[in-house]
Antibody, heavy 116, light 111 residues
Framework: QVQLAESGGGSVQPGGSLRLSCAAS????????FSWIRQAPGKGLEWISF????????NYADSVKGRFTVSRDNAKNSLYLQMNSLRAEDSAVYYC?????????WGQGTLVTVSS | HSVLTQPPSASGTPGQRVTISCSGS????????VNWYQHLPRMAPKLLID???QRPSGVPDRFSGSKSGTSASLTISGLQSEDEADYYC????????????FGGGTKLTVL
C-alpha cells in the first residue's frame, strides 16, 4: 500500500544540523511533488518546503529559507530535508506528505527537538 | 507568508451539524482550491476534503466542503464522538515562487 515513513529526527543543540529522510513505497515516487510540513508543540500545521517531481524546483517558507534544503532521490524513492542552523523554534514533529491535489498521503512524523 | 484564518475552537453535540470557516486572500483561497485535513492526536493528518468539495475515497459523506470567493467552510453533519479532532484548511498560493498556506486549526469538541 501507499506509505511514507520519516526518519532522522532527534535531539540537537541550537546551531546544529539534522538530516531527515522520508522513504516512500507502494506508488511511483517520481511522479509526485512532495512537501515537508511540521507541527510545533501546541501549535498548528506549518508548511515549510516543497519539491517538484524531478527535483529541479523547490521553495521554502520564510521561517526556514536559507537554513533548510529539500532534495530527493527518485532512484531510491526517498525525500530528504537537510536542516542547518537549527533554532529552538524549529522543534516540532516533521511530516513528509505527497501532493496530489491536496496532501493525500502523510508519514507518521519524526520528532526534532532543539535544545541546549 | 500569511496564515488562513480559522476559529480556534468549535463544538457540538452528537447528531448536530457543525461548520468551520476558513478565510484567506485573493492569492490563496481566492485563486486556488481549498483542502481540509483532520488531525487526530498522535496520528498523521488525513485529507478530508480535496478541491473545495471533493471527498477522497473512504471519507464519510457527513463531511462536506464549500468555497465562495476568499472564504471556505467545512460542514460536519450528524456529528459523532470520533469526529473530535483538529481541523485545518489549506490552499496553494502561486506568488513568491509558490507555497502552501495552512489555517491555524480548529479544535472540534463533541460535547
Amino acid at each position: 500500500q501507499v506509505q511514507l515513513a520519516e526518519s532522522g529526527g532527534g535531539s540537537v543543540q541550537p546551531g546544529g544540523s539534522l538530516r531527515l529522510s522520508c522513504a516512500a513505497s507502494g506508488f511511483t515516487f517520481s511522479g509526485y511533488y512532495f512537501s515537508w510540513i511540521r507541527q510545533a508543540p501546541g501549535k498548528g500545521l506549518e508548511w515549510i518546503s516543497f519539491i517538484s517531481s524531478s527535483g529541479h524546483y523547490a521553495n521554502y517558507a520564510d521561517s526556514v529559507k536559507g537554513r533548510f534544503t529539500v532534495s530527493r532521490d527518485n532512484a531510491k524513492n526517498s525525500l530528504y530535508l537537510q536542516m542547518n542552523s537549527l533554532r529552538a523554534e524549529d522543534s516540532a514533529v516533521y511530516y513528509c506528505a505527497r501532493e496530489s491535489g491536496g496532501f493525500d498521503t502523510w508519514g507518521q512524523g519524526t520528532l526534532v527537538t532543539v535544545s541546549s | 507568508h500569511s496564515v488562513l484564518t480559522q476559529p480556534p475552537s468549535a463544538s457540538g453535540t452528537p447528531g448536530q451539524r457543525v461548520t468551520i470557516s476558513c478565510s484567506g486572500s485573493s492569492s490563496d483561497v481566492g485563486s486556488n482550491s481549498v483542502n481540509w485535513y483532520q488531525h487526530l492526536p498522535r496520528m498523521a493528518p488525513k485529507l478530508l476534503i480535496d478541491s473545495n468539495n471533493q471527498r477522497p475515497s473512504g471519507v464519510p459523506d457527513r463531511f462536506s466542503g464549500s468555497k465562495s470567493g476568499t472564504s471556505a467552510s467545512l460542514t460536519i453533519s450528524g456529528l459523532q464522538s470520533e469526529d473530535e479532532a483538529d481541523y485545518y484548511c489549506a490552499a496553494w498560493d502561486a506568488s513568491l515562487g509558490g507555497f502552501w498556506v495552512f489555517g491555524g486549526g480548529t479544535k472540534l469538541t463533541v460535547l
